[in-house]
């Protein structure tokens, strides 16, 4: 039995999905069963719970043989990097440990650091060292930006309203990276023995600015929208003004500061690592052709 939290989300999703498929029984641990609706294979089942209260955890874990940790409270209205990645991932590290589990995999964030720009790099980099601390085998995933959000974010209201605002300039680049990639590395973690006690940098093929991303729908849709942009003195009032009120919000204006000043976000892989080639190589354009709407 293999349990995964966070397996409503998009990358959650897909990674259970690559599970059932393997013909392997998925437990699916979440705040809401109805958001689990639409996993409808028999060989996934769903339990209420939540990573933020260790004793909601206790019966998830009967017969559980690996974990997999797709949570993150980056655009939680109701939760904190802090509350879900840092110390939600030491709750089911340690509910893990005390059921006898045999695997822990780990999603994080590329380039995750104690002095990483964004809360979600430095709660993520805690729960990575929780985890290798643990005693537990683990595999550690770490994904750049995930395509299919800020493609929805940025290109779906040029399909839907003709107009879009990018985040500050929009001329710093991103390495964006589909979450279809990164479950398949995370499929990859939890099938392959060899591949416990590994990193696994699970990065896109290209690095591109936002104002590019926005310029390949154009390319592909051979339509043209009205783009505007939020100037970073705006968003850096947004980050904090918006802090107790719409605190997820808040943390994507920061996000947005950081993707559009920061060259932490562009990524390469090191020269001396040893390709994955199992691993896919989904680029931006894909995603936009295969995720265009025809408007009502």
């Not at 709750?91 to 995750?112: C, E, P, Q, R, Y």
């Not at 990483?116 to 550690?140: D, F």
């Not at 590994?198 to 043209?224: C, D, H, W, Y």
């Amino acid at each position: 039995m293999v349990l995964v939290a966070g397996g409503t989300g998009r990358l959650g999703t897909r990674v259970v999905e690559l599970i059932a498929k393997r013909h392997m029984r998925v437990r699916v641990l979440t705040r809401d069963r109805n958001r689990a609706a639409h996993l409808t294979s028999e060989l996934i089942e769903v339990v209420e719970g939540d990573v933020r209260n260790p004793a909601s955890l206790e019966t998830a874990f009967a017969g559980v043989t690996a974990v997999i940790s797709c949570i993150q409270g980056l655009d939680d209205p109701n939760s904190t990097p802090e509350a879900t990645d840092r110390d939600g991932n030491r709750n089911l590290i340690n509910a893990a440990k005390t059921s006898g589990v045999d695997h822990f995999v780990l999603v994080s964030v590329m380039k995750s650091s104690p002095n990483h720009p964004m809360s979600l790099g430095r709660a993520k980099y805690a729960a990575e060292q929780s985890l290798k601390t643990s005693g537990l085998a683990w595999t550690i995933v770490r994904g750049t930006a995930y395509m299919e959000f800020w493609v929805q974010m940025v290109v779906q209201p040029l399909i839907d309203k003709g107009r879009t605002q990018v985040f500050g300039r929009g001329n710093n680049p991103i390495n964006f990276v589909s979450v279809d990639d990164v479950a398949k590395a995370v499929e990859m973690a939890v099938m392959d023995p060899g591949l416990r006690g590994v990193e696994i940098e699970a990065g896109g093929p290209e690095n591109l600015t936002m104002n590019q991303v926005v310029e390949t729908f154009e390319r592909i849709s051979g339509k043209k929208g009205n783009v505007s942009h939020v100037p970073l003195p705006m968003m850096r009032i947004m980050s904090v003004v918006m802090s107790p009120i719409k605190p997820a919000l808040a943390r994507l204006a920061q996000a947005g500061i950081v993707m559009d000043t920061s060259d932490i976000m562009a990524w390469e892989p090191p020269a001396t690592s040893k390709p994955n080639s199992w691993l896919p190589k989904t680029r931006v354009a894909e995603v936009i052709q295969k995720g265009q709407k025809t408007p009502a």
